[in-house]
């Protein structure tokens, strides 16, 4: 019979955990696991959290223990005790361990244990004071021995020397402050990762599979073991399996930090998460559920909230350099009157705390609120580069332009209908995942035309797709790509090509067995709110507008008209070429954002300061890009810029009331102001100023409803 969580006894073995304290909806295990360490503890806390039923998982790594909330059912507890035994080799890439969080409980304990010890005698008094400070002064003495004078030693200094002189009270109160400042970060941050855990969700609703030679789309949620799923490039990989055939280049940077990225080729291990970049690959599916796939994403946002902001690092430098300032007054002081009271006092002037937390305080704030607004930051580092940003970079399709591209002209040729050569080219494009592509399949079934089966399919990016289609080589894509790269004779259509161009339209052509068969005309229209958005950016301090595209000159110049706002256009770009311009701006010494949504865009996303990818961008794209706008309304750019702005005034403020508090503060001290009092008014400043930092960063964003509004109106029109 399965054993319930309440029937599970202390001391029972799961693997190699051992439950230590059970209660009916909540079971502590300890285990040696923790011992290692190559393993990392937050990577399995978030594994742990991906089991159903599980409510909250939290990891003491010095405490070698687990702690599990879970809803009491029987089928929770087999599914826990499974992930228990059978831990993915994933958790020993190493990384960082599960850090333990300052909850509001702790703050409050701190604070009751202080006021508490005021109505005891002497030697209980003392001793609850050495209990509550004793932590913090280990943590100074640990950091002047392997990091030197840091904040931590200033910390642990003011607690001892009021501990040394009796004054408990000061001491208590100096280390619930200390905790409340890290309560406050613990829990923005806690906020801001929890939003962008669900933001990043895989979204991956169908995938391909073949099933009996044939390939077939099928909702994600019924993909089994033993499928064989295809992903072919620009795609995600969705399931975690074995290439069974096919080679592919794959980038899976976001899950194992590998920049390069990695051949792939059959009986080779590929993991959900991963994007392949070029190629195509069949995947035989040895694992699916979610569990993975969530605490990969979980390791990926840790990374990018531990990678810091310019301003942090300044901030953080800045309030390391201001410890010695403070020791060194303190003993100024001390030399000079003789007085251990008012050096004391000195000792408990902190600049270096509000300093130091602030800004990760407004920047998790920051990150939120955008994150609220429908623009996701990748790391806090994305914030600043966009403060900076003086030149922004458009790929022209889907950007500028709706992305809902749509068929309005059929031009065939060699004695095919209209219908043939549409059913021709949605065959071969049906596996391409490009707004293109989209269209053109879309058009084919809104037609009711079936389409052909394929027996192979080569994607070229940013050129076009070649598909064996009834024993015969079809050629669907660009005017370069089937004229200059494939040799396929094109003349006799030119005419026709250039009335189509000047109308603003994009071709696409299509060749069989060395023929050309048909042109496909394809109309993208500007964005209603395009014009209103580049007025907005200019306003935030958007000095220039480029437009990049593959686009014929005519189709560029078209949409150059309709939006003067754009200072230059150009055209006919390879995505090597778009790489090369983005990367010639930065040599002029322009600081500049790139938006795009495609495959094809990924090298100049990662080329910019800041790459930006539309909502429903490629998922290469995606994985390139620094920010993610997840609202369908491009007022979300300018919602960016001001998150960036805004942020960046929020930290700056803080400094300036940081060092003019303090310094005051300061000069009271030494005129004999008590540590008692100093300490207080030290501590309430800091505390005012880290609630400022959070309040300030993560109310809404002004822009925020225009978007929101947009937003709808665009899916509304859509409809």
């Known amino acids: ?27 502590r295990f300890t285990s040696p696991i923790f011992d290692d360490p190559g393993f990392d503890g937050a990577y399995f806390q978030a594994l742990v959290e991906a089991v159903p039923g599980v409510d909250e998982a939290r990891v003491n790594v010095r405490g070698r223990a687990l702690v599990v909330a879970h809803d009491g059912r029987a089928d929770t507890w087999d599914r826990l005790a499974a ?19 300052m909850t509001l409980g702790d703050v409050g304990s701190k604070a009751l244990m202080t006021l508490a010890a005021g109505t005891l005698t002497y030697p209980a008094r003392a001793a609850v004071g050495w209990a509550l400070g004793l932590p913090t002064i280990a943590e100074g003495v640990h950091a002047l021995l392997t990091r030197g004078l840091k904040v931590e030693v200033l910390d642990g200094a003011a607690i001892a020397l009021s501990l040394l002189r009796g004054h408990y009270f000061t001491a208590g109160a100096i280390t619930t402050l200390l905790a409340l400042g890290r309560y406050l970060e613990d829990s923005t941050e806690k906020r801001s990762t929890a939003l962008l855990k669900g933001l990043l969700r895989p979204q991956a609703e169908t995938l391909w599979v073949v099933r009996g030679g044939v390939e077939s789309e099928i909702p994600a949620a019924k993909v089994q073991v033993g499928d064989v799923v295809v992903c072919g490039a620009g795609e995600l990989v969705p399931i975690d399996g074995v ?23 059959p009986g080779d291990e590929v993991i959900s998460g991963s994007v392949v970049e070029e190629g195509r690959l069949l995947i035989a599916v040895d694992r699916v559920g979610s569990e993975t796939s969530l605490a990969r994403i979980s390791r990926f946002i840790e990374q990018s909230l531990r990678s810091k902001s310019k301003t942090q690092t300044k901030s953080s430098e800045l309030a390391d350099k201001l410890v010695p300032l ?40 920051g990150m939120y609120a955008a994150g609220k607004a429908g623009v996701l930051l990748k790391g806090a580092s994305a914030l600043d ?6 030149t922004i970079v458009f790929d022209k399709t889907g950007t500028l332009t709706t992305g809902d591209i749509a068929v309005t002209d059929l031009f065939p040729a060699n004695g095919l209908t209209p219908e043939e050569l549409l059913c021709l080219a949605a065959g071969a494009e049906e596996h391409y995942d490009h707004p293109v592509a989209r269209a053109v399949v879309r058009e084919a079934k809104a037609r009711n035309l079936p389409l052909p089966p394929i027996s192979r399919v080569d994607f070229i990016v940013a050129h076009g797709v070649s598909a064996a289609i009834d024993g015969q080589n079809v050629l669907v894509g660009s005017h370069h790509f089937i004229a200059e790269d494939e040799g396929v004779p094109c003349q006799d259509m030119d005419d026709t090509a250039h009335a189509l161009r000047s109308q603003g339209k994009s071709l696409l052509y299509v060749a069989r067995e060395g023929s050309l068969v048909g042109l496909i005309a394809l109309r ?69 954002a790139y938006v795009g949504d495609g495959v094809n865009d990924a090298p100049a996303l990662m080329t910019a300061h800041v790459g ?20 369908e309304s491009l007022f979300a750019l300018p919602v960016a810029k001001e998150a960036a702005m805004r942020t960046n005034t929020i930290v700056k403020r803080c400094f300036y009331s940081t060092i003019g508090l303090n310094s005051l503060i300061l000069l009271l001290a030494g005129s004999g102001l008590s540590p008692l009092a100093s300490a207080l008014l030290h501590n309430v400043s800091t505390v005012g100023i880290l609630g400022y930092a959070a309040a300030a960063a993560g109310r809404p964003l002004s822009g925020a409803k225009r978007a929101e509004l947009s937003s709808h109106s665009t899916e509304e029109a859509a409809c």
């Open 1 to 27: 019979m399965t054993k319930t969580p309440e029937r599970i006894a202390v001391g029972t073995d799961v693997g190699r955990f051992r439950a230590a304290h059970v209660l009916p909806r909540r079971v």
């Open 243 to 265: 290439v069974s055939e096919g080679e592919a280049s794959v980038n899976q940077s976001s899950i194992s930090g590998e920049s390069v990225p990695v051949h792939k080729k």
């Open 326 to 365: 403070t020791l060194s007054l303190a003993g100024i002081k001390l030399l000079t009157s003789r007085d251990m009271n008012q050096a004391a006092s000195v000792l408990t002037v902190d600049f270096s705390c509000a300093v130091k937390l602030a800004s990760p305080v407004a920047v998790r704030s």
């Open 524 to 592: 993208d229209d500007p964005r209603p709110e395009a014009g209103a958005v580049l007025d907005a950016l200019k306003a935030a301090g958007i000095s220039r507008v480029v437009v990049l595209t593959g686009d014929h000159r005519e189709t560029a110049n078209a949409l150059a008209r309709q939006l003067p706002q754009i200072d230059e256009v150009h055209f006919e770009l390879k995505p090597e070429d778009k790489a090369a311009m983005v990367a010639k701006l930065k040599e002029s010494g322009r600081t500049l």
């Open 385 to 390: 580069a966009l403060y900076d940003v003086d």
């Open 83 to 101: 992930r228990l035994r059978d831990i993915p080799a994933e958790a020993w890439r190493g990384g960082r361990p599960a850090e333990s969080r």
């Open 612 to 631: 930006i990818c539309m909502p429903k961008g490629a998922d290469l794209a995606r994985e390139a890009a620094q920010v993610l706008l997840l609202s």
